[in-house]
C-alpha cells in the first residue's frame, strides 16, 4: 500500500505562486505513475496533471497548461506540483494521486492523498 501526503497548500495572490509536494510511503512509488487533480467550491474534480513512473514525460490540464509544473524525485519519494501564474479560479482542494495506469481518468486513481487547500485572492 501507498500513503500519499501533501503539503505546501495556502493562500496567495493571484500572480503569485506556490510549490505543493507530496509524499509517498513505501518502496512502490517508482512503479506508479502519478499526478494531480483538484476540487474547487461547487464544481466537480478536475484533472491536473501527471507524470510517468520515472518523470521522464507529463501531461497537463488546459487549465493549467504554461502554469503548472509536475515533478518528481523518486529517489525521495516525493512528487512536486509547482504552480505559477495562479488565478482566482485555481482556488480547490489539490489532491496528489498515484495512478493505475498513464491516463487522466479519475477512475484510474489507485491511491488519492488527503488534499491540500490552495486559495487564491484577486
Known amino acids: 500500500q501507498v500513503q500519499l501526503v501533501e503539503s505546501g497548500g495556502g493562500l496567495v495572490q493571484a500572480g503569485g505562486s506556490l510549490r505543493l509536494s507530496c509524499a509517498a510511503s513505501?518502496?512502490?512509488?517508482?512503479?506508479?505513475?502519478m499526478g494531480w487533480f483538484r476540487q474547487a467550491p461547487g464544481k466537480e474534480r478536475e484533472f491536473v496533471c501527471r507524470?510517468?513512473?520515472?518523470?521522464?514525460?507529463?501531461y497537463y490540464g488546459d487549465s493549467v497548461k504554461g502554469r503548472f509544473t509536475v515533478s518528481r524525485d523518486n529517489a525521495k519519494n516525493t512528487m512536486y506540483l509547482q504552480m505559477t501564474s495562479l488565478k482566482p479560479e485555481d482556488t480547490a482542494v489539490y489532491y496528489c494521486v498515484a495512478l493505475r495506469l498513464y491516463n487522466s481518468r479519475s477512475e484510474n486513481v489507485r491511491y488519492w492523498g488527503q488534499g491540500t487547500q490552495v486559495t487564491v485572492s484577486s
Open positions: 513505501g518502496r512502490t512509488f517508482r512503479n506508479y505513475p
Open positions: 507524470i510517468t513512473q520515472s518523470g521522464s514525460s507529463s
